[in-house]
């Protein structure tokens, strides 16, 4: 499975790199990384990116994961990639503009890596 991890914060990427790195090796999980939202759509305007969920943060410089969100439901639509939005707050509004948007789950930081886990193999 491709994930996409959108996240201003630079070091989520060894983070997840050290938290599935079973999963890395045995080519179960394959990460791409994106540092906004905008780097995030231009990576998924390539044909090849075949990406299935994306793990968005909502809080970024720039463009927003909400915003993206949006951009993704828009424009992805046969079929378009799960979105998990990702957020270090975990209030109503955000949870319930995310829903609206299209958000497939919402998650809070820290993320609980085990639960994550679990997701993917649903």
Known sequence: MKILVVDDERDIQTLFEQRFRKEIKDKT???AFAFS?????IYLNHPEHQTVLILSDINMPGMSGLELLRHIKQRYTAPPPLVMMIT????AENFNKAKELGADDFLTKPV???????KFRQ
Not at 37 to 41: H, I, T, V
Not at 112 to 118: A, G, H, M, Q, R
């Open 29 to 31: 999980l394959e990460f």
């Open 37 to 41: 939202g905008e780097d995030a759509l």
């Open 88 to 91: 270090a707050y975990g209030d």
């Open 112 to 118: 609980d890596f085990n639960y994550l886990k679990e």
